[in-house]
């Protein structure tokens, strides 16, 4: 069995920072492509951040300049840095990647997500 594993949620003031972590923990044979998506109240998911098993990264606009994303290969641990943060990067953050398990069976995993309120 394979899980994503957040951590770093909270509450923070604007212009604060915060960082989170993902790790993936289980029958791992490997840890593709790991991203970050966040969901705000009312609105859809969308992806924030994005790094490859390669280290090639894509980031939203609207966070470039603030938020960093990064990867461990050898802890399978995927970070997000987020500085600056302002009220609108409150929402609910997910972790995400594709994994091939000991069966060689590949699949897109979710985090259980973590809470990030920025207050004004």
């Known amino acids: 069995q394979v899980q994503l594993v957040e951590s770093g949620g909270g509450l923070v003031q604007t212009g604060g920072s915060l960082r989170l972590s993902c790790a993936a923990f289980?029958?791992?044979?490997?840890?593709?492509?790991m991203a970050w998506y966040r969901q705000a109240p009312g609105k859809q998911r969308e992806l924030v951040a994005k790094?490859?098993?390669?280290?090639?990264?894509n980031v939203v606009d609207s966070v470039k300049g603030r938020f960093t994303i990064s990867r461990d290969l050898a802890k399978s641990t995927v970070y997000l840095q987020m500085n600056s943060l302002k009220a609108d990067d409150t929402a609910v953050y997910y972790c995400?990647?594709?994994?091939?398990?000991?069966?060689?069976?590949?699949?897109?995993?979710w985090g259980q997500g973590t809470q990030v309120t920025v207050s004004s």
């Open positions: 995400n990647s594709d994994i091939t398990d000991w069966d060689y069976r590949s699949s897109v995993y």
């Open positions: 289980g029958s791992i044979l490997r840890v593709g492509n």
């Open positions: 790094i490859t098993i390669g280290g090639s990264i």
